[in-house]
């Protein structure tokens, strides 16, 4: 298991601005916001909204003009910077690595700084080199230029987690990377946070990206300010405003299928051999499943053939010529969206579900998906109902108390909360 050390710790800005010198607007003017312990925020806009900046000031690579930072409730506004990066870790487009120093050099850089002894940071590199997905035999001694835009990035990562920050920044971090690179790197930092419960904060162009990484996803528009911060299921179903509309785009029932994973749908199981059975084993499997396919795996069970009857027919004893090769598989944390892409483009209309070293896991059909997809768009059209009539309700509620001479209750600063 790696080290999971320091979870999240909350953060919060308070009124936070930067106006640069020169500048007529401030790039970043009075945000505010309540990021919670151990989630991911991500921040979407327009380029040039001041996403970078207000991310950069959470450790003061930027200094505020006004306002304050708290990170697990303590004010960091005015903390040594030097300090407060300890408890931040930072990731960026390209990875930034040193090109002169190696992977494990890079990946040292933060625990050298705090005096770590060598064999504590040696251990270290080697568990988030694991952790990231690199063999760290492998990859320890290289250095960036002999490395693909992915493995960079891989190894980005493992630096800014190297201290165990509570705290991740992440600036466009797979902005530089082709599309299915990126969708890689995606799928396994969603892994890293269900294992290590990170505050991350995310700046991204790209609303799909926002949607599929994101506990909550401020949308912002000119200077920062704040248009919607709220779940990717209520910016779909719900966005506050044209603005907000206009981001989230058409197909938001296909974006929603980003929203949900594999391992939250139903998992069927099918007969499965290995490519160690005896043949008569395998027919016999095939003769008695009641099912006209079976599914063989290899020695590390991982999916390897399809097999039907005729195909066995035809090997004349041997497996090696019979079946067909499985194409895609998709993992426990793969979207439905990238399921139903496998789905529509297997001619069987299913796809086998892999666990975290490509071993079988199960089967997802085209009929678990439609029905998980229509259950899904239901759910949603019923929290959006429901959350309407509470907004109506608090309405009537306040112009109730106001019509009285009352003021409202407590605490109730108009609809929409942090909108
Ligand atoms: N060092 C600087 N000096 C002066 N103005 C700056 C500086 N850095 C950024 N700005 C300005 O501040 C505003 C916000 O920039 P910022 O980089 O935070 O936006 P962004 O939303 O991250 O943009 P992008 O998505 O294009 O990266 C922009 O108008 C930019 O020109």
């Not at 064999?119 to 063999?135: A, C, F, N, Q, S």
């Not at 162009?205 to 909550?216: P, Y």
């Not at 896991?361 to 759910?379: K, P, R, W, Y």
Request: hydrophobic residues 40%; contains cysteine.
């Amino acid at each position: 298991m790696p080290e999971t050390g320091d979870h999240g710790a909350s953060i919060e800005l308070e009124n936070l601005t930067k106006r640069y010198p020169g500048s007529a607007q401030p790039a970043v003017d009075n945000v505010s916001m309540q990021i919670k312990a151990g989630e991911v925020v991500v921040f979407v806009g327009p380029s040039g909204c001041g996403k970078s900046t207000t991310l950069k000031m959470i450790n003061r690579l930027i200094e505020p003009t006004g306002g304050r930072i708290r990170i697990g409730g303590e004010d960091v506004t005015d903390m040594d910077p030097v300090k407060l990066r300890r408890k931040v870790g930072y990731a960026i487009q390209s990875a930034g690595l040193f090109p002169h120093m190696t992977v494990a050099q890079n990946i040292g850089i933060v625990p050298k700084m705090i005096g770590w002894s060598k064999p504590r940071i040696r251990e270290r590199t080697e568990e988030l080199l694991d952790l990231v997905g690199l063999d760290a035999a492998e990859f320890r001694g290289r250095y960036p230029r002999q490395l693909s835009g992915g493995q960079q990035q891989r190894v980005g990562v493992a630096r800014a987690l190297a201290a165990d920050p509570p705290v991740l920044l992440m600036d466009e971090p797979f902005g530089a990377v082709d599309p299915i690179t990126r969708d890689h790197l995606q799928d396994e930092l969603i892994r890293l946070q269900y294992e290590l419960h990170k505050t991350i904060v995310f700046v991204t162009h790209d609303f799909d990206e926002a949607i599929k990484i994101g506990d909550r996803i401020a949308v912002l528009r000119e200077r920062s300010h704040i248009a919607q911060f709220d779940t990717p299921e209520a910016i779909l179903t719900n966005p506050a405003d044209d603005f907000v509309s206009g981001f989230v785009g058409a197909g938001a029932a296909l974006k929603r299928l980003n929203l949900t994973r594999v391992r939250d749908v139903e998992i069927t199981d099918c007969p499965t051999v290995t490519v160690d059975d005896p043949l008569q084993q395998i027919f016999n499997l095939l003769r008695t499943s009641g099912s006209n396919e079976i599914l063989l795996l290899d020695r590390r069970r991982r999916p390897y053939k399809w097999l039907r009857r005729g195909d066995l027919m035809r090997a004349r004893g041997s497996l090696a010529r019979a079946g067909t090769l499985v194409q895609a598989t998709v993992s426990l944390d793969a979207t439905l969206r990238d399921a139903l892409e496998a789905v529509l483009t297997d001619n069987a209309g299913r796809v086998v579900v892999t666990g975290r070293r490509g071993e079988y896991t199960g089967v997802v059909d085209m009929e678990t998906l439609i029905n998980s997809v229509h259950e899904l768009l239901e759910a949603d059209r019923l929290d959006a109902m429901e959350h309407q009539h509470e907004l109506e309700s608090l309405r009537a509620s306040q112009t109730h108390a106001e019509q009285e001479g009352a003021s409202g209750p407590a605490g109730v600063t108009g609809p929409g909360g942090e909108r």
